[in-house]
């Protein structure tokens, strides 16, 4: 499909599939989406009581992946420029009591409403390909989090070794949009923009590359679950 990225556009279709986003993601990860969160966690934990800040924070999984691991001892911002995503994360959080230790907050990923150098972690999971400029939404990133503070995105790649790369593809392009639109209809086919996006993003070496050329050091790529995921990290 043709890969169209406006503002307004991902916005509303990410409105569009609010509902069902959470269950449909469980779903169609067979549940392992849980697990990269944790890992992303485990491998970039806070380091003090600073805030944490989550961008394109969808229904808030990973805002509260980080609220578990720490018993609410640290702030989060969780910021999203979706409303009816953020309406699902506020629900999530008051279901679990932790709506006095997260904060939602609706903001566009390159234009955070925030000061310079503020955050020790500054995360993204599965959200900065969505930006219609992910350069942008990295360097805003970067821009508030605090020197000595850490960038993490938690991003879908694609599996390297045979014969898991050719299932893998074969369930991602054709299996996965089938259930997706199925179980979620709109008009926008949002789950054939999944594959799509995933396929024009960087990945590993050039995602890699790109985060150093925001400036930050110490970067590195992680693969998860043979490589259908991968956390980027770097430092700034």
């Not at 003090?48 to 018993?71: F, H, M, Q, S």
């Not at 995105?153 to 074969?170: A, D, H, I, K, N």
């Not at 070496?205 to 990290?233: C, D, N, W």
């Amino acid at each position: 499909m043709t890969l169209d990225k406006p503002s307004n556009r991902i916005r509303e279709m990410f409105g569009r599939i609010a509902r069902r986003y959470d269950f449909l993601n469980h779903l169609l990860s067979l549940g392992i989406d849980r697990s990269w969160r944790r890992h992303t966690v485990e491998l970039v934990p806070p380091t003090d009581d600073e805030p944490i800040l989550d961008v394109c924070c969808g229904t808030a999984d990973l805002a509260l992946a980080y609220w578990r691991a720490n018993k609410g001892g640290v702030a989060i911002i969780a910021a999203d420029f979706c409303r009816p995503m953020l309406k699902r994360a506020g629900k999530k959080c008051r279901r679990r009591k932790a709506d006095d230790q997260i904060t939602l907050i609706e903001a566009d990923a390159r234009q955070l409403p925030f000061p310079d150098d503020t955050f020790q972690i500054v995360s993204v999971a599965f959200g900065l390909r969505n930006v219609n400029n992910p350069n942008d939404g990295l360097q805003e990133m970067v821009r508030v989090c605090r020197p000595g503070g850490r960038v993490a995105v938690l991003e879908f790649s694609m599996p390297t070794e045979q014969p898991l790369r050719m299932f893998y593809g074969f369930y991602f392009r054709h299996i996965l949009p089938r259930v997706g639109q199925l179980l979620a209809r709109n008009r926008f086919k949002a789950y054939y923009y999944l594959p799509a996006s995933v396929g024009r993003f960087s990945s590993n070496e050039s995602m890699v590359q790109r985060m150093r050329q925001t400036g930050l050091h110490k970067v590195r790529f992680r693969p998860f679950t043979s490589g259908i995921a991968a956390l980027y990290t770097g430092e700034k």
